[in-house]
């Protein structure tokens, strides 16, 4: 991978898309390492690199893909990698020590959006038989409880129905298990001794990494899958399989990737902590700006073999606010890929506190927390005071627009409602929140054994 240099003069560097003077920040360590994911959600991190947003602030940057979730959090752990384009659960589980303990913050949440849910050929012929269909083409979004007479013909004949997910504390899991559960099907347990998460399952989820989804649809060891872009758009084109929803009709504009550091990073090294999230931010709004219009010269960059390396046009087809489901059924979905608008980049705690929830509902989090739990948590990981400091600078400096961010909230957002289900979601309550859900762990209950007890 090429590294570009910049000469920088004295204190002061010219920003690329402003012209304005912005002073450098005195950072602590110039030459940084981070790991990434081959998913198009990595975005602006390829786009931080090419744009040279990382070194109007100083900052000499080498980008790494991962072999896994886990090498990946592995990496940022021991210090081989300085931060990383994170799975959401990543620093929350790390945190509150499910699977490796260690304290890692997040002080920029990546995107919204961005994943689906796809079958095989064969168990879409089977599901369109409960899925009502106007002008020939199935109505969206499509409901779990489609899937639920296939799952019960596979288990009267005795074959376990397997799916494929990316890591036990990835969206993607919660979002897979969010699916099934709304239609009728359980998704599994996880319980301290046995952490399969396929306890009392209809549905048995285990873990793929992203890029070998479709070849392990193809071999047909699952049924289908839930994974971000352009994976499932690759299943279409491959002519394996069937995008059957995507995260957006599941939760609407539901946080995705995060960006993760360890706190030592962020105690030990203030002021490039700043300058990497000042760097993203910039790489955001280009992503977003003039409605989408920079999004081919994103698809572009990142086909690059160095970044996703997926064909331009598999990339392309989620990425330029359309979906394709099955194919030629290709529909409108403008915030798929939501990257800047809707304070996407800024690190609620309340989108911590929904990923916790999760953890708690599947038995990740074996007993009953109090809401102050929850709180507490997301403020020890999630750190928009960071943010808000680096978006300042920007402000100050004319590389942003003050009314872009959300200086005033305490952290929460207002009550969700578009959900799938309809349940709303409050993070103030998140003991509220799971006594709603006619499947999975609410008050007092614990996993014992292989059932569901209290």
Request: with cysteine; aromatic share 12%; net charge negative.
């Amino acid at each position: 991978m090429h590294l570009k240099t910049l000469a920088l003069t004295g204190a002061l560097t010219l920003s690329c898309a402003t012209g304005a003077m912005a002073e450098l920040l005195d950072v602590e360590k110039d030459e940084l390492k981070f790991g990434f994911i081959k998913l198009t959600d990595m975005a602006p991190l390829a786009v931080a690199y090419e744009n040279g947003y990382f070194e109007d602030e100083g900052l000499f940057v080498t980008l790494e893909p991962q072999a896994n979730w886990k090498v990946l959090l592995d990496g940022v752990i021991d210090g081989q990698l300085d931060g990383a384009h994170m799975l959401a659960g990543q620093p929350l589980a790390a945190t509150i020590g499910f699977g490796t303990e260690a304290h890692i913050i997040t002080p920029f949440s990546m995107d919204l959006n961005g994943n689906g849910i796809t079958v095989s050929n064969e168990i879409w012929a089977q599901m369109k038989e409960h899925i009502p269909h106007e002008d020939g083409k199935p109505v969206h979004p499509i409901s779990a409880a489609a899937l639920k007479p296939v799952v019960e013909k596979y288990r009267a004949d005795g074959k376990p129905f397997n799916m494929g997910m990316v890591f036990p504390v990835s969206t993607h899991n919660y979002e897979l298990r969010y699916w099934l559960a709304a239609g009728g099907l359980k998704p599994g347990y996880y319980s301290p001794e046995n952490i399969t998460g396929q306890i009392d399952a209809d549905v048995l989820l285990s873990v793929t990494p992203p890029p070998q989804m479709p070849a392990t649809l193809e071999a047909g060891t699952i049924y289908g899958y839930c994974v971000g872009e352009p994976w499932n758009q690759q299943a279409v084109f491959k002519g394996i399989g069937v995008p059957v929803i995507t995260d957006y009709e599941i939760w609407k504009n539901n946080p995705e990737k995060v960006f993760g550091i360890t706190k030592e990073f962020s105690d030990q090294y203030p002021n490039t902590t700043l300058a990497i999230v000042k760097a993203l931010i910039r790489a955001a709004i280009w992503l977003d700006e003039n409605d989408n219009a920079n999004r081919p010269e994103a698809v572009e960059i990142l086909s690059r073999s160095e970044y996703v390396g997926a064909d331009y046009e598999v990339i392309a087809n989620s990425m330029t606010g359309t979906f394709e489901y099955e194919k030629g059924d290709k529909r409108e979905v403008p915030d798929f890929n939501v990257f800047f608008r809707y304070y996407a980049t800024y690190p609620y705690y309340s989108d911590a506190v929904w990923y916790l929830s999760q953890m708690r509902r599947w038995g990740q989090i074996a007993e009953q927390k109090p809401d102050s739990w929850y709180d507490e948590v997301a403020q020890k990981v999630y750190r928009p005071d960071i943010y808000l400091k680096a978006a300042r600078l920007l402000v100050d400096e004319s590389m942003a627009d003050e009314a872009d961010f959300p200086w005033d909230t305490d952290g929460y957002r207002e009550p969700q409602t578009e959900f799938i289900d309809e349940i709303t979601f409050d993070g103030r309550k998140p003991n509220d929140y799971l006594e709603q859900f006619p499947i999975g762990l609410k008050g007092e209950q614990k996993v014992i054994g292989s059932e569901v007890e209290g």
